[in-house]
Nanobody, 127 residues
Framework: EVQLVESGGGLVQAGGSLRLSCAAS????????ISWFRQAPGKEREVLSC????????YGTRSVNGRFTISSDNAEKTMYLEIDGLKPEDTAVYYC????????????????????WGQGTQVTVSS
């Protein structure tokens, strides 16, 4: 059974930092690119960051903003998103998603290319 489970969300204060986790099971973690998305009430799902192995077996990353840093621990089959300088507008449900590695991080904001999604973890930032 393929499963992605996010954790680490909660109520945090503006200006702080937070690290979210995405634990994977049921598939070979390193064969997929993993991205983070978020969705705030009334808004479309927004891509944040991507990590994927490249053809030469290095890892490439992409982020839409310097406040977001993506990383992974392949031995633990866990991917992380660190958010720095939290702002109230960061309040959203945060999701991790996986797609085949051949995409690398090209077009990582295309929701339709992702095969698997987690259930999301709520992040609420107080002002």
């Amino acid at each position: 059974e393929v499963q992605l489970v996010e954790s680490g969300g909660g109520l945090v204060q503006a200006g702080g930092s937070l690290r979210l986790s995405c634990a994977a099971s049921g598939f070979t973690f390193d064969d997929y690119g993993i991205s983070w998305f978020r969705q705030a009430p009334g808004k479309e799902r927004e891509v944040l960051s991507c990590i994927s192995r490249t053809d030469d077996n290095t890892y490439g990353t992409r982020s839409v903003n310097g406040r977001f840093t993506i990383s992974s621990d392949n031995a633990e089959k866990t991917m992380y998103l660190e958010i720095d300088g939290l702002k109230p507008e960061d309040t959203a449900v945060y999701y991790c998603a996986a797609r085949p590695r051949f995409y690398h991080c090209s077009g990582y904001g295309s929701v339709s290319t992702y095969n698997y999604w987690g259930q999301g973890t709520q992040v609420t930032v107080s002002s």
